[in-house]
């Protein structure tokens, strides 16, 4: 038992080793098997990758099967296919961007630009577009495979055709499977071309489109080419713009080089100018020293030539109308006739002098404007009562034709004067019968003053010059109507200076209408002033006027004629006398100072020009005594007198002023008359006046009220006084310092005070008397011929406590006295 026990025991043991040994061969079976199926696969893997990362990108996994490792491997070899695609791309990119650095020219750049892109896209054709300058359409650059009567450009807005969707997006887009029968037909060096697809490229800049880059195929385009496109295009876009702009560097560049080589050379002539300049200069400055000298010598011959001109033709004038007068039915009428001849040449050689010497004063620039507030009404009517004389001598009907109202200018009366003396005077010599109408009317910021005729007309083509110097129809007008052909040309000067104008209208045979248009608002003009002009003189008593003198009245008045030419004299004593006055004569001024000292005349005509002692120096003398100074004066003068000369005239209280030559008889009596029979002496105040006399509220009851009356106008001085008549007591003064003087030593009641005085004008004086303490409270009231509004608001703001404009209104003179007067008062 015990050895059945063993031997069991013993088939046991060889059985699990058996066993165990059958194992270990299956699992040793089993292993081979398996190494040889996953071997081989893993190998051919390993070596495709050391292959493949060697360079080698055209390896590929060789092993085909459908398990596991097949499928790995088939993945293994898609992925080795887009990594080798990836590279190719990557290096085309990279070979196709070390070319756009090549040329830096764009021209050279859009050729070679082209060939790379057709090369790497495998295109038939290619083409480069710019946008032009005025960014409206793109023009055909540089082109492979085009022929030159391909389209040459493509419209920038309209957003059509190949460019249409890359304008539309600013991207690069492909037109694909385009059929045989396309409108896209473009013209090669072989013929017509007929593209499959085609892509369009834009240039950018600052998300804005300025080239455009087409390529076309005959054959669809791989989906890698539209990679490789788009990977190179940040890179191909920069470098288009920056040859572009390489472009505008260099063409500025290019600029600036011409412009600093021109600079160089104006530089140099510039030097050379210089140095020309300066030696120029010190010429010009002798020259501008001779020109000065020049100028003044010029001025100073120009006025004494108006007198050493006018002198000698004033005494044929003067002498051949007092023969006149005085031979008139004592000799034969052929002889009396020569006297006609005489004068009247005369007459007209003055008038060409006059002509001539005006025009100089106006090309020399000393004609100033001399401003004061215009009627036209009233001044197209005095013109047309001075012509009609003449025109009824032709027996030419003159009218005036005024369209009130007319507004008030503010101009110069005397070039207005001028111009329409020298219009109408035209029409009515120009005129053999008919009519000569004047109108006068408002219209569009203007005052238009019409002068028409039914004369001889100007021929067309002659009105164009009819306003140069020295210009007339034809010889044969100056002979028959005499004339210098000046007059025109000064009227049309002095209107610009005006501000206005002329126009003409004529038809040869018919008649001429002549328009002065004078604007309505004051000519902003450098040489115009306020005038200083002598003012208008007081009005004569309607029972004397010109010519109707009372002779018992003028022989109460003794007129002092101070003149040097004998002739004046005579023609002055013998209308004057006839008149009436009793005349003294002085032939210098030192002799007419010592007639003054013997008797003292109502009033003196003064010659401005003498030898010796001149007019101004007796005006002085004469103002500087005390029993002369409010003498009457007329002066009388050949010369034209300068605004400087006015204004010291009237400074003297100089008011009346006739010009020697054609002395009228009526104006030089008018004159007469308005100086020794002033209206105001006689004005006697009106009942209305007692309203001032009525007054209870004037502070003295015992005592009349003191007023200062500083005025240098001997005439509006006595106005003055007549107005206040016995109510009042009066102090005068003839300028502001003689003014404050008074003031300090009366203290009144009440001033009176003008504004432009000589010595010191009223504003001065007003600041004097109202720095004096115990003069603070005396009311001071402005007089003054400024009657514009802007004027009073300056006074009233300036702290006078009154305004009263010349000529005196005397409702309003007399609300003045009651609003200082009817209140308590204390001074």
């Given at each position: 038992?015990?050895?059945?026990?063993?031997?069991?025991n013993l088939l046991?043991?060889?059985m699990?080793?058996l066993?165990i040994l059958?194992f270990?061969?299956?699992?040793?079976?089993v292993?081979?098997i398996?190494?040889?199926a996953i071997?081989?696969?893993?190998k051919?893997?390993t070596y495709?990758?050391?292959?493949f990362s060697q360079?080698?990108?055209n390896?590929?996994v060789?092993?085909n099967s459908?398990n596991?490792l097949g499928?790995?491997?088939?993945?293994?070899n898609r992925m080795?296919s887009?990594i080798?695609m990836?590279?190719e791309?990557?290096e085309k990119?990279?070979?196709?961007n070390?070319?756009?650095f090549?040329?830096?020219?764009l021209?050279?750049?859009?050729?070679?630009?082209?060939?790379e892109?057709?090369?790497?896209t495998h295109?038939?054709?290619?083409?480069?577009?710019?946008?032009?300058?005025e960014?409206?359409?793109?023009?055909?650059?540089r082109?492979?495979?085009?022929s030159?009567?391909?389209?040459p450009?493509?419209?920038a807005?309209?957003?059509e055709g190949?460019?249409?969707?890359?304008l539309?997006?600013?991207k690069?887009?492909q037109?694909k499977?385009?059929p045989?029968d396309?409108?896209f037909l473009?013209n090669?060096?072989?013929?017509?071309f007929?593209?499959?697809?085609i892509?369009?490229?834009?240039?950018?800049?600052k998300?804005?489109?300025v080239?455009?880059?087409?390529?076309a195929?005959?054959?669809?385009?791989?989906?890698?080419?539209?990679?490789?496109?788009?990977?190179i295009?940040?890179?191909l876009?920069?470098?288009?713009?920056g040859?572009l702009?390489?472009k505008?560097?260099?063409?500025?560049?290019?600029?600036?080089?011409?412009?600093?080589?021109?600079l160089?050379?104006?530089?140099?002539?510039?030097s050379a100018q210089s140095?020309?300049?300066s030696?120029?200069?010190?010429e010009?400055k002798m020259?501008k020293n001779?020109?000065?000298e020049a100028n003044?010598l010029k001025s100073?011959?120009?006025?004494?030539?108006?007198?050493?001109?006018?002198t000698?033709?004033?005494s044929?004038i003067a002498?051949s109308?007092?023969?006149?007068?005085?031979?008139?039915d004592k000799?034969?009428e052929?002889e009396f006739?020569?006297i006609?001849?005489i004068e009247r040449?005369?007459?007209?050689l003055l008038?060409?002098?006059?002509?001539?010497?005006d025009l100089s004063?106006?090309?020399s620039g000393r004609v100033?404007?001399?401003?004061?507030e215009?009627?036209?009404?009233d001044l197209?009517?005095d013109?047309v009562t001075?012509?009609e004389?003449q025109a009824?001598?032709?027996?030419i009907?003159?009218t005036a034709?005024v369209?009130e109202?007319?507004?008030?200018?503010v101009s110069?009366s005397?070039k207005i004067r001028?111009?329409l003396?020298n219009?109408?005077?035209?029409a009515v010599?120009?005129?053999e019968k008919g009519?000569?109408t004047v109108s006068a009317?408002?219209?569009?910021?203007?005052?238009h003053?019409?002068v028409e005729?039914?004369?001889?007309g100007?021929p067309?083509d002659?009105?164009?010059?009819i306003f140069?110097?020295?210009?007339?129809?034809?010889?044969?007008t100056s002979?028959k109507?005499g004339?210098t052909?000046?007059g025109?040309s000064i009227a049309?000067?002095y209107?610009h200076?005006l501000g206005g104008?002329?126009?003409?209208e004529s038809?040869?045979?018919?008649g001429s209408?002549?328009?002065?248009?004078?604007?309505?608002k004051?000519a902003n003009?450098?040489?115009?002033?306020?005038?200083?002009?002598?003012t208008?003189?007081?009005r004569f008593?309607?029972?004397?006027?010109p010519?109707?003198?009372s002779g018992?009245?003028a022989?109460e008045k003794?007129?002092l004629?101070?003149?040097?030419s004998?002739p004046?004299i005579i023609?002055l004593k013998?209308?004057?006398?006839?008149a009436?006055?009793?005349?003294?004569?002085a032939?210098?001024?030192q002799?007419?100072?010592?007639?003054?000292a013997k008797k003292?005349?109502?009033?003196m005509?003064l010659?401005l020009?003498?030898?010796g002692?001149d007019g101004?120096?007796?005006?002085?003398?004469v103002?500087?005594n005390?029993?002369t100074?409010?003498?009457?004066?007329?002066?009388?003068?050949a010369?034209h007198?300068?605004?400087?000369d006015?204004?010291k005239?009237?400074n003297?209280?100089?008011?009346q002023?006739?010009?020697?030559g054609d002395i009228?008889?009526?104006?030089?009596?008018q004159?007469i008359?308005?100086?020794?029979?002033p209206?105001q002496q006689?004005?006697?105040?009106?009942?209305?006046?007692?309203?001032?006399?009525r007054?209870?509220s004037?502070k003295h009851?015992?005592?009349?009220?003191?007023?200062?009356i500083?005025?240098d106008?001997v005439?509006?001085l006595l106005?003055?006084?007549?107005?206040l008549?016995?109510?009042?007591r009066?102090?005068?003064?003839?300028?502001?310092?003689?003014?404050v003087?008074k003031a300090?030593?009366?203290?009144?009641?009440l001033i009176?005070?003008d504004?432009?005085?000589p010595v010191m004008?009223?504003f001065?004086?007003?600041?004097?008397?109202?720095?004096?303490?115990?003069l603070?409270?005396?009311?001071?009231?402005a007089v003054t011929?400024s009657?514009?509004?802007?004027d009073?608001?300056?006074?009233?703001?300036?702290?006078f406590?009154g305004?009263?404009?010349?000529p005196?209104?005397?409702?309003?003179f007399?609300a003045?006295?009651?609003?200082?007067?009817?209140?308590?008062?204390s001074?």
């Amino acid at each position: 038992y015990t050895q059945a026990q063993n031997n069991k025991n013993l088939l046991v043991k060889q059985m699990f080793f058996l066993v165990i040994l059958l194992f270990v061969s299956l699992l040793l079976g089993v292993f081979l098997i398996y190494r040889k199926a996953i071997r081989v696969p893993l190998k051919k893997l390993t070596y495709a990758t050391r292959q493949f990362s060697q360079g080698k990108y055209n390896v590929r996994v060789d092993y085909n099967s459908k398990n596991e490792l097949g499928v790995l491997a088939t993945a293994f070899n898609r992925m080795l296919s887009a990594i080798q695609m990836q590279m190719e791309r990557e290096e085309k990119a990279l070979r196709f961007n070390s070319t756009l650095f090549k040329r830096e020219n764009l021209g050279a750049f859009s050729q070679n630009l082209l060939s790379e892109l057709i090369e790497l896209t495998h295109s038939e054709i290619g083409a480069v577009y710019l946008l032009q300058q005025e960014k409206s359409e793109f023009v055909l650059f540089r082109s492979i495979g085009l022929s030159r009567k391909a389209r040459p450009r493509f419209s920038a807005k309209t957003k059509e055709g190949e460019f249409g969707q890359s304008l539309v997006s600013g991207k690069i887009a492909q037109i694909k499977n385009i059929p045989d029968d396309t409108a896209f037909l473009f013209n090669t060096t072989s013929g017509h071309f007929r593209p499959k697809e085609i892509i369009t490229i834009p240039i950018k800049e600052k998300n804005k489109v300025v080239a455009m880059i087409s390529l076309a195929s005959v054959h669809a385009y791989p989906a890698a080419t539209l990679l490789i496109i788009q990977d190179i295009y940040p890179s191909l876009n920069a470098r288009f713009n920056g040859v572009l702009l390489f472009k505008q560097i260099k063409e500025q560049a290019e600029q600036l080089e011409k412009q600093n080589t021109e600079l160089e050379i104006q530089g140099k002539e510039l030097s050379a100018q210089s140095i020309e300049l300066s030696r120029q200069n010190t010429e010009l400055k002798m020259q501008k020293n001779q020109l000065d000298e020049a100028n003044r010598l010029k001025s100073t011959f120009l006025s004494n030539m108006s007198h050493e001109l006018r002198t000698p033709l004033n005494s044929v004038i003067a002498l051949s109308s007092v023969l006149k007068r005085k031979l008139k039915d004592k000799i034969p009428e052929e002889e009396f006739s020569f006297i006609d001849v005489i004068e009247r040449n005369g007459k007209q050689l003055l008038e060409l002098i006059n002509d001539v010497l005006d025009l100089s004063r106006i090309e020399s620039g000393r004609v100033e404007i001399e401003t004061t507030e215009v009627h036209i009404g009233d001044l197209v009517k005095d013109m047309v009562t001075l012509i009609e004389p003449q025109a009824q001598e032709k027996r030419i009907r003159l009218t005036a034709k005024v369209k009130e109202p007319l507004p008030t200018l503010v101009s110069d009366s005397n070039k207005i004067r001028h111009i329409l003396q020298n219009l109408i005077g035209n029409a009515v010599k120009f005129t053999e019968k008919g009519t000569v109408t004047v109108s006068a009317f408002a219209q569009n910021d203007y005052v238009h003053i019409r002068v028409e005729d039914t004369g001889i007309g100007i021929p067309a083509d002659q009105v164009p010059y009819i306003f140069d110097e020295f210009r007339q129809v034809d010889s044969s007008t100056s002979r028959k109507y005499g004339g210098t052909g000046l007059g025109l040309s000064i009227a049309r000067r002095y209107a610009h200076m005006l501000g206005g104008t002329i126009e003409v209208e004529s038809t040869a045979g018919k008649g001429s209408v002549f328009t002065l248009l004078l604007p309505m608002k004051p000519a902003n003009r450098q040489t115009a002033k306020k005038a200083d002009v002598l003012t208008e003189a007081p009005r004569f008593l309607p029972s004397e006027q010109p010519g109707q003198i009372s002779g018992q009245r003028a022989e109460e008045k003794t007129i002092l004629i101070v003149e040097d030419s004998q002739p004046a004299i005579i023609q002055l004593k013998d209308i004057l006398s006839e008149a009436g006055f009793h005349i003294m004569e002085a032939h210098n001024g030192q002799e007419a100072l010592e007639q003054i000292a013997k008797k003292r005349p109502d009033a003196m005509v003064l010659d401005l020009m003498m030898p010796g002692m001149d007019g101004f120096q007796v005006l002085d003398a004469v103002r500087a005594n005390m029993d002369t100074a409010a003498l009457p004066v007329l002066v009388l003068t050949a010369k034209h007198l300068e605004g400087k000369d006015l204004k010291k005239l009237r400074n003297n209280h100089v008011y009346q002023l006739v010009q020697k030559g054609d002395i009228n008889r009526e104006e030089l009596l008018q004159r007469i008359n308005e100086m020794v029979f002033p209206v105001q002496q006689k004005q006697e105040v009106p009942p209305k006046q007692s309203a001032i006399l009525r007054n209870k509220s004037v502070k003295h009851t015992d005592d009349k009220p003191l007023i200062l009356i500083v005025e240098d106008n001997v005439d509006n001085l006595l106005t003055i006084k007549s107005l206040l008549g016995d109510a009042f007591r009066t102090v005068e003064a003839y300028d502001g310092q003689d003014g404050v003087i008074k003031a300090k030593t009366h203290r009144p009641d009440l001033i009176f005070m003008d504004i432009a005085m000589p010595v010191m004008n009223g504003f001065r004086a007003f600041d004097a008397i109202r720095k004096e303490k115990n003069l603070q409270h005396i009311p001071i009231v402005a007089v003054t011929a400024s009657a514009l509004t802007a004027d009073r608001e300056e006074i009233l703001h300036y702290g006078f406590d009154g305004y009263i404009s010349k000529p005196i209104d005397i409702q309003k003179f007399e609300a003045t006295i009651q609003q200082f007067f009817n209140k308590p008062h204390s001074s």
